[in-house]
């Protein structure tokens, strides 16, 4: 079993960016393309966020769900969608 590496500095600037847009969901290609990032790096943080402890810190993930860039542009761009959507649920969470 091959061990990843940590999730560093581009996961924080990918999060920071869904902060910025609460409510608002991003595929994973798209979410990649906005913060200049390895799209391999926001996949994995998509699958992180799709559970129940994602939730609970006011995210969510989902697969094959809505993205406000690729959508917006119709059909035309289909193949294009990432196969995960995430969203900032737009709550912080109190320590």
Known sequence: MTREEPLGLEAAVAMQFLDRQPGEWYCTDC????????????????????TEEAVAAGYQAKVGGPCKICDAMGSKTAEMKGFRSVQSLGRSVKG
């Open 31 to 50: 979410w990649a393309e906005a913060v200049d990032i390895d799209p391999r790096t926001v996949y994995r943080v998509a699958v992180l966020m799709a």
